[in-house]
């Protein structure tokens, strides 16, 4: 049985001047208030016991939206609509059925009663698990840490909220998890987060989150920001730590490097949908998406290489055509048929792929 598993989710964001013709404003539109259009009009995606699940793709692409939505993580502005997301078998937040056109009062009533169910129903479902059995690692772990209160203090918040541990015994944890992320203990323990470094903080954060042993450890750019050597050595932990802890991981990352150290699973999106999905060593030297086959860029090896940039731009998440594939513009195969139905994602070999001539391209990966 999968550990995570998101079904048909939709992600909405607010803009208020999203383009009418955008594929998000209908047939969603009728359940979304003013100003809201679909971001993510419809993803799955499951992470087994021990998995490492990557999500990569351009900025911009939805990988945020969809790994913090099925958390029910999102921010203000952005929110999930529709779908069902299953932990270890218990749903946390329940199927959301669509409903035809009613008047825009009724709407505003239903959505009032709606919001408030949900609330309640995601607050129970998420809270079992949330920083006991899913731990969240963010981009920027020094803004993560509260300023004023020592770092080996908060990391050993979460056991005084969830545990009845004396204090004594939380201390001692602390020091195991901050020792298991190399970093000197008690020194660390007693340092305010101006003390520590980029790298240092990164760590403390992942020892935090261990601490109550995570099944899943959601990852968004963990590495992003920290100097080579010192992003190699927080890739070494994550790495250490699903050899030995058997730990599942969503890790969003540009890198290569990264994914092809760790992940087990490659999840490619673009414009807010999964082009291709497949195993690491599938979408590495056998890609069947043209996106796909850009963004490895045909590099001669995947070390500290980063996902390489595809001449034109990425669409704006709101605007993605309704009726075509949304690569098109960018793609050297393209050709008419692309730009007059949007490509499912459907089953090719052993990958999902979106693309209508995947089976007739010969599509290059990474060499070597
Ligand atoms: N809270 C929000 N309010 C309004 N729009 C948002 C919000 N969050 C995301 N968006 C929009 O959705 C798009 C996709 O966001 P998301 O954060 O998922 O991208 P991403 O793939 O994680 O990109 P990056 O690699 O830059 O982190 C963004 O470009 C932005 O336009
Ligand atoms: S469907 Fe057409 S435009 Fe889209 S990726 Fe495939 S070949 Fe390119
Ligand atoms: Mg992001």
């Known amino acids: 049985m999968a550990l995570l598993e998101v079904e048909n989710m939709r992600v909405a964001i607010q803009d208020p001047g999203a383009s009418a013709q955008s594929i998000h404003v209908e047939p969603y539109g009728p359940w979304l208030p003013d100003g809201w259009v679909v971001a993510i009009p ?11 699940l990557a999500i990569v793709g351009e900025s911009g692409a939805g990988k945020s939206l969809s790994a913090l939505g099925a958390l029910g993580l999102l921010s203000a502005g952005s929110k999930v ?19 035809k056109k009613r008047s825009r009062w009724w709407r505003k009533r239903r959505e ?27 981009q920027d772990a020094v803004a993560s840490w509260a300023p004023t209160a020592m770092i080996g203090d908060q990391a050993g918040e979460v056991l005084r909220e969830h545990t ?15 020792g298991e992320v190399r970093l000197p203990k008690v020194s660390k ?19 935090s989150v261990l601490i109550k042993g995570p099944d899943l450890l959601v990852a968004d750019e963990p590495l992003s920001g920290l100097d080579a050597p010192v992003a190699a050595a927080v890739l070494d932990i994550l790495r250490e730590l699903k050899a030995r802890r058997g730990l599942a991981m969503i890790l ?15 999840m490619v ?19 069947q ?16 290489k980063r996902l390489v940039s595809i001449e034109g731009a990425p669409p704006r998440i709101q605007d993605v055509p309704k009726a075509a594939c949304a690569f098109a513009p960018r793609c050297g195969y393209a050709v008419e048929a692309c730009r007059q139905g949007r490509p499912d994602l459907r089953p090719i070999a052993e990958s999902l792929v979106a693309c209508i001539r995947s089976d007739e391209l010969d599509l290059a990966g990474v060499r070597g």
């Not at 309640?120 to 963010?138: A, K, P, Q, S």
């Not at 323990?189 to 020892?207: D, T, W």
């Not at 490097?257 to 490659?266: E, G, M, P, S």
């Not at 999106?269 to 890609?287: A, K, N």
Request: avoid cysteine; charged fraction near 25%.
């Open 42 to 52: 419809n993803i799955s995606f499951s992470v087994d016991p021990g998995e490492v």
């Open 81 to 99: 609509v529709d779908g069902t997301v299953r932990f270890d078998g218990v749903q946390l937040r329940p199927t959301r059925k669509l409903e």
């Open 112 to 138: 009032r009663r709606y919001e408030q169910f949900m609330e309640e129903l995601l607050d129970e479902g998420y809270r079992g698990v949330l920083g006991t059995r899913i731990g969240v690692l963010f």
């Open 164 to 178: 009845d541990m004396s204090e004594n015994e939380i201390v001692d944890k602390v020091l195991d998890a901050l």
């Open 189 to 207: 323990y007693l340092s305010f987060r101006h003390e520590l470094s980029r790298g240092q903080a990164q760590r403390a954060m992942i020892a």
């Open 252 to 266: 969003i990352t540009h890198d290569l490097a990264t994914v092809a150290a760790t992940a087990d699973r490659v």
């Open 269 to 287: 999106m673009y414009g807010g949908q999964v082009v291709e999905e497949g195993h690491v060593s599938e979408i590495f030297y056998r890609p």
């Open 289 to 304: 998406h043209p996106y796909t086959e850009g963004l490895l860029g045909s590099v001669p090896s995947i070390s500290h």
